[in-house]
């Protein structure tokens, strides 16, 4: 296949490349570069038939927003939200409710140009450059403030971004600092790379992110769960993300060892 680079954005060095570019190659996007491809073609080496875990980690985002809209849930932050693609948070929480606010914060600069332009005409909508390692930040981006209300619930989602934390970075200590600005109702929507005993793959894997990106980790299932501590889970708890709540039978090709590297789960404040 032949991959044409995405518009260039006047100071980024492309020859570095970014998770969110790397994501949105293994997700079939434009919006990459060489570097990017790179370092994907790399992680696919290891582990080929990875290609279906992208699109399954994008249909698990659109049927747990799905749900949250569905119950009532209108105000979304999508932090480390990556580039603007198919099946967005915002398209799946419009299509069940137009009231629904939804804010994407990444740090990325590609990020906010292109969010930016493709949610113009949105006005339900904003992106925010921020570091969701800083959560004073995030709230008090001016497009957050617009559109997010924290006396009232939120979803905050954090997908595929918390692994992207070292050890040394205290993630649980980040996630509850989040979990503190929630109200009652409020949920947490997150998912992470899962490293199961048995698979040497991993250690590859973590090896390549960590020298291309300088960031990427594999945590066991209890530390994932460990994210929601406090919480009210919501049913099947921390599962593969292909088996959360599907809408349709599960093919059995997506759940070989290959597609579950990434498990997730959804808790409310109560």
């Known amino acids: 296949m032949t991959h044409q680079d995405a518009p260039a954005v006047a100071g980024i060095d492309v020859a570095v490349p970014s998770v969110a570019r790397v994501y949105d ?4 996007g434009k919006d990459n570069f060489a570097s990017d491809r790179e370092v994907g073609d790399r992680l696919l080496a290891i582990a080929p038939d990875t290609t279906r875990t992208a699109p399954i980690h994008r249909e698990f985002l659109v049927r747990g927003v799905r749900y949250l809209a ?3 849930v209108t105000q979304f932050v999508d932090l480390g939200s990556g580039l603007p ?3 967005n948070t915002h398209q799946a929480a419009h299509a069940v409710d137009p009231r629904c606010s939804v804010v994407y914060v990444d740090h990325d600069p590609i990020v906010l140009a292109h969010g930016r332009a493709i949610l113009a005409d949105h006005p339900r909508t904003a992106v925010v ?12 981006a001016p497009g957050f403030e617009r559109l997010i209300d924290l006396s009232k619930p939120v979803a905050w989602l954090m997908l595929s971004v918390v692994h992207h934390l070292g050890d040394e970075e205290n993630p649980n200590a980040l996630v509850e600092e989040y979990k503190s600005r929630m109200t009652p109702g409020s949920h947490l929507f997150l998912s992470h790379f899962l490293r199961r005993p048995g698979d040497e793959r991993i250690d590859r894997l973590e ?3 960590q020298e291309s990106l300088g960031s990427g980790r594999f945590r066991t299932q209890d530390e994932i769960e460990k994210y929601f501590d406090g919480m009210e889970m919501v049913h ?7 088996l959360w709540r599907p809408t349709a039978p599960v093919a059995p090709g997506d759940l070989e060892t290959s597609h579950i590297l990434i498990s997730g ?3 409310q404040k109560t």
Not at 25 to 28: A, E, I, N, Q, S
Not at 129 to 140: G, I, M
Not at 236 to 242: F, I, L, M
Request: negative net charge; proline residues 6%.
């Open 70 to 72: 569905g119950i009532g």
């Open 207 to 209: 090896a390549v992110m």
């Open 25 to 28: 190659y293994l997700l079939g």
């Open 236 to 242: 099947p708890g921390v599962v593969s993300t292909a």
């Open 265 to 267: 789960g959804m808790a």
């Open 129 to 140: 450059q921020a570091d969701f390692r800083s959560p004073d930040d995030v709230v008090s």
């Open 85 to 87: 693609t198919a099946d």
